[in-house]
T-cell receptor, first 116, second 113 residues
């Protein structure tokens, strides 16, 4: 099955700086890569996703890049704010192989702390 | 409702007892997923329903775990003879179909003492 690895496990940045979280996956057939933000006591919230037919996607201060050859994808947050502090999870899915987009394989998470 | 709703939000039970966890998906969503999240880990897939039927239950750890969705809406995750190792946050997610993104509820924190 799919194996998703995520680094770093913790990340501290100063407000206004950028933060980058990196993930690798093992199954070359995976073609959907969402990122979730989880605040304490809440469920994961989808913040951005990318499919394998594009290499980069941006949404305001958040961007995701995908390198299918290297089986590597990253989350970039610019101009970080204290409210960005949370645990971020990457995930991979292969909805085409008799499975569904919601059948996700998650990384172990990154605790992001943004200091004011 | 506006989002996925899970009840109870917290459940403490004694080892060996039976528990039921409930999930109300977003109205109209046909796909429903259960995940389990242990402390410091990412969510792990348990089971996926498309309508009333379990389309993929490959993530259920053993036969003490069972889930139903009799009318294709609300789902119940059932755990028999609970063990301390079952302590985790149980997350439910739903989507409008197999090829659309899933939205998660806030989870049920299960503690087995």
């Amino acid at each position: 099955g799919e194996n998703v690895e995520q680094h770093p496990s913790t990340l501290s940045v100063q407000e206004g700086d950028s933060a980058v979280i990196k993930c690798t996956y093992s199954d070359s057939a995976s073609n959907y890569f969402p990122w979730y933000k989880q605040e304490l006591g809440k469920g994961p919230q989808l913040i951005i996703d990318i499919r394998s037919n594009v290499g980069e996607k941006k949404d305001q201060r958040i961007a995701v890049t995908l390198n299918k050859t290297a089986k590597h994808f990253s989350l970039h947050i610019t101009e970080t704010q204290p409210e960005d502090s949370a645990v971020y999870f990457c995930a991979a899915s292969n909805p085409g192989r008799g499975s569904t987009l919601g059948r996700l394989y998650f990384g172990r998470g990154t605790q992001l702390t943004v200091w004011p | 409702g506006a989002g996925v709703s899970q009840t109870p939000s917290n459940k403490v039970t004694e080892k060996g007892k039976y528990v039921e966890l409930r999930c109300d998906p977003i109205s109209g969503h046909t796909a429903l997923y259960w995940y389990r999240q242990s402390l410091g880990q990412g969510p792990e897939f348990l089971i996926y329903f498309q309508g009333t039927g379990a389309a993929d239950d490959s993530g259920l750890p053993n036969d003490r775990f069972f889930a139903v969705r009799p009318e294709g809406s609300v789902s119940t995750l059932k755990i028999q003879r609970t063990e301390r190792g079952d302590s985790a946050v149980y997350l439910c997610a739903s989507s409008s179909g197999g090829n659309t993104e899933a939205f998660f509820g806030q989870g049920t924190r299960l503690t087995v003492v």
